[in-house]
């Protein structure tokens, strides 16, 4: 499985942006997306989680306090996409936005197997 993300950008402050992950690859199903972000300077063991969606079943999303009534976390399970859709940004927004996924695959042999794999990130930066 593979994710790819898209959308980001340079916004001034106030402004919106619509993020998108897509999932390809042999996907049965997926269990839980998270949008996570690494500010500039910051190592990869300090990636903030900024929202998650549980499960295909309908779970309830959660959300980072710094981002809640800002950003909305959405997913269209027919393109295998999920969106974080990201308003009122303020330059503490600006980082390197990725997105994680678990769920299960079909493996190469043809048997169903976890995935937990990652985005490679696409950036924000919000001007003041």
């Known amino acids: 499985v593979r994710l790819v993300e898209s959308g980001g950008g340079v916004v001034q402050a106030g402004g919106s942006l619509r993020l998108s992950c897509a999932a390809s690859?042999?996907?049965?199903?997926?269990?839980?997306v998270g949008w996570y972000r690494q500010a500039p300077g910051k190592q990869r063991r300090q990636r903030e989680l900024v929202a998650i969606l549980p499960s295909s079943g309908g779970g309830h999303p959660n959300y980072a306090d710094s981002v809640k009534g800002r950003f909305t976390i959405s997913r269209d399970n027919a393109k295998n996409t999920v969106y974080l859709q990201m308003n009122s940004l303020k330059p503490e927004d600006t980082a390197d936005y990725l997105c994680?996924?678990?769920?299960?695959?079909?493996?190469?042999?043809?048997?169903?197997?976890?995935?937990?794999?990652w985005g490679q990130g696409t950036l924000v930066t919000v001007s003041s």
């Open positions: 994680n996924a678990l769920g299960v695959e079909v493996s190469p042999a043809g048997n169903d197997r976890s995935f937990d794999v």
């Open positions: 690859g042999s996907v049965l199903r997926i269990h839980a």
